[in-house]
């Protein structure tokens, strides 16, 4: 027999405690599940505008004999959903919860922590202190002042012109980034290179500035100091390791280095880059989403509570993942199309995270720095590809993480390829359970699906109660 146990775990002094509800009563179980038990899962691109989202529905108690009055006053933290046949339990989902409430006189509610929020904190916690020894020659101590109790600038990539933090006008020491960089390519004063020396996380200049200096800097190095960190895998690895988080899937990241294109034939690895001060600090939420808005991609939380990273693809260069006819749908298939609102085919690539006014350029600066430091991007990506005519492709550039023009042309590439047809979703209830981003080649008697079609997996709703799951299919 198939049983659903929720259990949830409380503090019950001096220990912890956990208490099990079921479905059906068993001898395990101290209470009664009522209504509904459902993970929902849908994931969106910046491309079609709607964002990826998932969250465990709200769990529901039966209490019309009062006996669980006292439970609704613990404290609570954890809970599993799992799924019992025979004495053999999986867990199916897990959550940490919110609050538990009274619903009237008969139930009791207990809300869960929507798990993406646990993400909406700030990458950066170190600060400058008032003041510290100095990393220049010959200098004892730096002095901040007005610094003190401000975050420490963060440089991930290769970020070009990015406003340095000025940390003591003395020595004209400019801060870049909180810990070892791994070279300061350049550096502008108006527009005008100048000498620069440099040190673990900042550099210093052997004249006063006449302007504004920005700086070209590839940031964080890896651990054995011989590059810098760049690919997906390894700026997520270093956002989580500063905000010691660690349930997410690495082997998620893997498939992005290197990428496989839309056209199936051709991979590559998104460079990014990222640089923050604390006047233009993102939540880890906020970075994650420009990262993955960079590749067609996106983020969420699966089930048991880990971080899952994916992108859009071309479903007719994969081979399938599963296969679904006709006898396994319940009741119908919904059809709908992927309408794009946000679709361009320019890209920005090699963000400049300080735009120069051109007035304030310098006599002095070449004639290409002119041009390169006074525009958001030091270069626009536009595919010459065609776009189905269904689709009205706007003239806006993509605000994108990329570092360089070689993955601003593949990606702009790669959006014309995957609309260069007409895109539809197919949503259904059916008994198979398929994972976010897998391929399935479905097979219905209508909407050109009688001979099978390849599609990608964005979204599924799993009925815990009835093991049942709504799907929503792209291709």
């Not at 009563?25 to 993970?39: A, M, N, Q, V």
């Not at 910046?46 to 006292?70: C, E, F, H, P």
């Not at 815990?464 to 709504?470: D, G, L």
Request: charged fraction near 25%.
């Amino acid at each position: 027999m198939r049983n659903i146990h929720v259990e949830i775990d409380y503090i019950d002094s001096p220990s912890n405690s956990t208490r099990i509800f079921s479905i059906y009563p068993d001898t395990t179980s101290e209470g009664r599940l009522i209504g509904e038990l459902i993970f929902s899962a849908s994931v969106r691109t910046w491309v079609q505008k709607d964002r990826s989202q998932s969250s465990l529905s709200r769990i529901t108690l039966a209490n019309a004999d009062g006996s669980l009055d006292a439970f609704v006053d613990e404290t609570h933290l954890d809970c599993r959903i799992k799924e019992v046949i025979d004495g053999t339990s999986t867990t199916l989902a897990t959550g940490k919860v919110d609050r538990v409430t009274f619903d009237g006189e008969r139930n009791i509610i207990i809300e869960l922590k929507d798990a993406k929020k646990l993400l909406d904190v700030q990458l950066q916690g170190n600060e400058f202190p008032a003041s510290e020894t100095s990393l220049s020659d010959g200098v004892t101590t730096n002095t901040y002042y007005a610094l003190e109790n401000v975050q420490r600038p963060i440089c991930l990539g290769y970020c070009v012109s990015i406003p340095p933090v000025l940390g003591n006008r003395s020595i004209n020491e400019y801060f870049v980034h909180d810990d070892q960089f791994f070279e300061i390519v350049d550096v502008y004063d108006n527009g005008v290179s100048v000498t620069h020396n440099d040190y673990v996380s900042s550099f210093t200049l052997n004249a006063d500035p006449a302007g504004r200096i920005v700086a070209d800097v590839k940031g964080e190095e890896n651990s054995g100091g011989t590059d810098f960190l760049e690919t997906p895998r390894e700026i997520v690895d270093y956002i989580f390791s500063k905000i010691s988080f660690t349930d997410y899937s690495t082997d998620d990241l893997d498939d992005l280095d290197p990428k496989d294109s839309a056209d199936g034939v051709t991979t590559y690895t998104p460079l990014l880059c990222y640089y923050q001060t604390n006047d233009t600090a993102l939540n880890v939420n906020e970075i994650l989403q420009w990262m993955c808005d960079s590749w067609e991609g996106w983020y969420y939380v699966d089930a048991l509570g880990d971080i899952r990273f994916g992108y859009l693809k071309e479903p007719d260069n994969y081979t399938a993942d599963h296969e679904i006819t006709e006898n396994e749908i319940i009741d119908k298939i919904h059809v709908f199309d992927d309408l794009a609102p946000n679709l361009t085919k320019k890209v920005g690539s090699q963000r400049n995270w300080y735009v120069y006014n051109q007035d304030d350029i310098a006599a002095g600066a070449t004639a290409q720095n002119k041009i390169d430091l006074s525009q958001k991007f030091r270069k626009i990506s536009e595919s010459t590809q065609s776009i189905d005519s269904f689709y009205t492709v706007n003239s806006t550039t993509h605000d994108s993480l990329l570092r360089n023009g070689l993955r601003g042309d593949e990606e702009s590439d790669n959006i014309a390829y995957l609309y260069s047809v007409r895109r539809k979703f197919y949503t259904f209830d059916c008994k198979t359970n398929i994972g976010i981003g897998e391929i399935v080649n479905l097979t219905f008697n209508r909407f050109g699906l009688d001979s099978g079609k390849k599609l990608q997996c964005l979204g599924n709703t799993i009925d815990f109660i009835n093991n049942t799951y709504r799907l929503i299919l792209w291709g």
